[in-house]
């Protein structure tokens, strides 16, 4: 009887330990999602007001402010042309991927 208890007490500890890990786990992966989620939207609002500015830039040399939008959105079409035709490339892809993987899920031997 005595093994008995002292195995249910074991396998208690095992699964509190167990069940502290994963808790540990999930929370650093949401922590790290979430400051990703506020890169991206600090990161958009610097495209957003620095495409407005280079707009502006743009319109002045050129003293038309239609022109230097136009300019400035033809700029963004060649990018987005590029991004298209590159879209399938196996080493772009396995690069963000292996990069966001890195930032969002850590290594065993790379904790905090």
Do not use: H, P
Request: aromatic share 14%; proline share 0%; hydrophobic share 50%.
């Amino acid at each position: 009887m005595e093994i008995i208890s002292t195995l249910k007490k074991l396998i208690e500890v095992r699964f509190k330990i167990l069940k502290s890990e994963i808790t540990d786990k999930i929370s650093s992966m949401a922590a790290r999602l979430g400051i990703l989620v506020l890169m991206v939207l600090s990161a958009s609002f610097i495209l957003l007001f620095g495409s407005i500015s280079l707009a502006f830039y743009f319109s002045e040399i050129y003293e038309s402010s239609s022109i230097g939008f136009l300019l400035l959105t033809g700029i963004y079409l060649v990018i987005f042309i590029l991004l298209y035709l590159l879209r399938n490339t196996g080493f772009i892809q396995k690069s963000l991927k292996n990069s966001l993987s890195k930032y969002v899920f850590l290594f065993e031997n790379n904790k905090d």
